[in-house]
C-alpha cells in the first residue's frame, strides 16, 4: 500500500522531461565526441597524404635530376650534318631541364602545404634539394657557355680543362657514388628524415 502511495506520488510528466534532456545532453556528449574523433581520423589522414606525397615528389625531383645528368645523349643526325650539334645538345638538355621544373613545381606545391600543417622547419627540409636543382642549372650554363654557346664575336671563353672537369663533375652522371650524386641523396635524406616518421606511425 505504501508503494502504490509513493508511486503515484511521483511527478510523471516532469520525470519524463528531465530523463528526456538528460538523454539529450548525453547524445549531444556523445556527438560531439564522435564529431571530434572524426576530426582528429580527418586531419591526420590529411597530414599523412602530404607527408607521403612529400617524399614521392622528392624522389621524382631526384629521379629528374639523374636524367638531366644522364651522359647518354641522342642527336638528330640532321642537326648534326647541318652544323647544329650544338644547338642539338642545347635541346636536348632544355627539354630534360622542363621535365625538372615540372616536378619541382609539384614538390612546391607540398612544400607549400607542408609549411601550413608544420611550420618553417618542414619547408626548410626541402632547401638542399632546391640547391641542388639551382647547382645543376648553373653548371649546365656554364657547361654551354665553355662551349662558346653564350659569347659573342671576340669573346674571350675561360674554358680549361680542370674548369671543365670539375663542371663535368655536376652535369654528367657516373654512378650513384659520384659526388653531385652524393649530394643528391643527402638532399633527399634530409626531407625523408623529416616526413618519414609521419607516414610509418600511420
Not at 627539354?95 to 600543417?117: G, S
Request: with cysteine.
Amino acid at each position: 500500500m505504501d508503494l502504490c502511495i509513493t508511486i503515484s506520488e511521483i511527478n510523471w510528466s516532469l520525470t519524463k522531461d528531465v530523463v528526456s534532456i538528460v538523454g539529450t545532453i548525453g547524445a549531444l556528449i556523445i556527438g560531439g565526441l564522435g564529431l571530434f574523433t572524426w576530426s582528429r581520423q580527418l586531419r591526420g589522414t590529411s597530414e599523412y597524404e602530404v607527408a607521403k606525397k612529400a617524399i614521392l615528389n622528392t624522389y621524382e625531383v631526384q629521379q629528374a635530376l639523374q636524367s638531366v645528368r644522364n651522359p647518354m645523349l641522342y642527336l638528330s643526325k640532321e642537326e648534326v650534318e647541318a652544323g647544329r650539334r650544338l644547338e642539338e645538345e642545347q635541346r636536348i638538355y632544355s627539354e630534360r631541364m622542363t621535365y625538372l621544373n615540372e616536378k619541382w613545381a609539384e614538390l612546391q606545391t607540398v612544400r607549400l602545404e607542408a609549411k601550413v600543417i608544420w611550420g618553417n622547419e618542414a619547408q626548410d627540409s626541402f632547401n638542399e634539394i632546391q640547391q641542388r636543382i639551382g647547382d645543376l642549372r648553373g653548371a649546365i650554363w656554364l657547361h654551354f657557355w665553355m662551349k662558346g654557346a653564350y659569347a659573342g664575336p671576340g669573346a674571350t671563353v675561360d674554358n680549361s680543362p680542370e674548369r671543365v672537369r670539375e663542371n663535368d663533375k655536376i652535369v654528367y652522371f657516373t654512378s650513384e657514388e659520384d659526388d653531385f650524386s652524393q649530394k643528391i641523396a643527402e638532399s633527399t635524406a634530409k626531407v625523408e628524415k623529416f616526413f618519414g616518421s609521419k607516414v610509418r606511425t600511420k
